[in-house]
């Protein structure tokens, strides 16, 4: 996968993006201090931040853009974002990368809102979806990778930003419900009208009878 051009010239090298299945986004040793040295014009401190969050969050931004280069572009405004307004962060309990996926939905929201087009997994890469539960298990495994794209983007924006977020980026709800400022019980809904709503499209409804 091509770099992302580093958003501070000269101070936040290039960080290759990879389709590793172990990449997930818990919160950074001595997170605290990074964010406050971040704050204080450190361009170390952010570069650490960056290097640790760019991977979830541009894989959050493809899966739910599908170009990479205007996945790469929209990582690139998300980071240029956080950096020029990371003064007013106050930190709240939860990962900083909580605060960056606030950003990443809206800089998302933006781009469909400026190109009047639908969401389309149509040319996602097979291997950021890594195999999740909820794509396998949860359908009981009887269908492809190609119907799992086709019928994603079909649900409501809520509904794929939970799906990616606790079953491909293994967030937990209250992380989730933070990032999208809905309570864990919206969440917990959202994601099961969303698997309900996977599944009636991706298992034919005699398949299902037969699996109950």
């Given at each position: 996968m091509e770099k992302i051009v580093p958003?501070?010239?000269?101070?936040?090298?290039?960080?290759?993006?990879?389709?590793s299945s172990a990449i997930r986004?818990?919160?950074?040793?001595?997170?605290?201090r990074l964010i406050q040295g971040a704050q204080?014009?450190?361009?170390?401190?952010?570069?650490?931040?960056?290097?640790?969050?760019?991977p979830p969050i541009y894989r959050f931004i493809y899966l739910k853009v599908t170009h990479r280069?205007?996945?790469?572009?929209?990582?690139?405004?998300?980071?240029?974002?956080?950096?020029?307004?990371?003064?007013?962060?106050?930190?709240?309990?939860?990962?900083?990368?909580s605060w960056l996926?606030?950003?990443?939905?809206?800089?998302?929201?933006?781009?469909?809102?400026?190109?009047?087009?639908?969401?389309?997994?149509?040319?996602?890469d097979a291997n950021l979806l890594k195999a999740d539960p909820v794509l396998e298990v949860s359908v009981d495994r009887i269908f492809t990778l190609e119907e799992?794209?086709?019928?994603?983007?079909?649900?409501?924006?809520d509904q794929q930003d939970v799906l990616i977020m606790k079953f491909i980026e293994d967030l937990p709800h209250p992380q989730i419900a933070h990032i999208?400022?809905?309570?864990?019980?919206?969440?917990?809904?959202?994601?099961?009208?969303?698997?309900?709503?996977?599944?009636?499209?991706?298992?034919p409804e005699n398949n299902m009878g037969n699996s109950a």
């Open positions: 958003i501070i010239a000269g101070a936040i090298p290039k960080t290759e993006v990879t389709n986004s818990p919160m950074l040793e001595d997170e605290k204080r014009g450190e361009t170390s401190c952010f570069s650490a931040l960056y290097d640790h969050y760019l280069e205007a996945a790469e572009d929209l990582a690139h405004d998300v980071f240029l974002s956080a950096w020029q307004n990371i003064g007013g962060y106050e930190m709240q309990g939860f990962p900083f990368g996926y606030q950003i990443a939905r809206n800089k998302v929201i933006d781009f469909y809102r400026l190109r009047k087009n639908n969401t389309s997994l149509e040319q996602m799992v794209k086709n019928s994603i983007r079909t649900l409501t924006q999208i400022q809905k309570s864990q019980g919206a969440v917990r809904l959202i994601q099961h009208r969303a698997l309900k709503e996977l599944k009636k499209r991706l298992v």
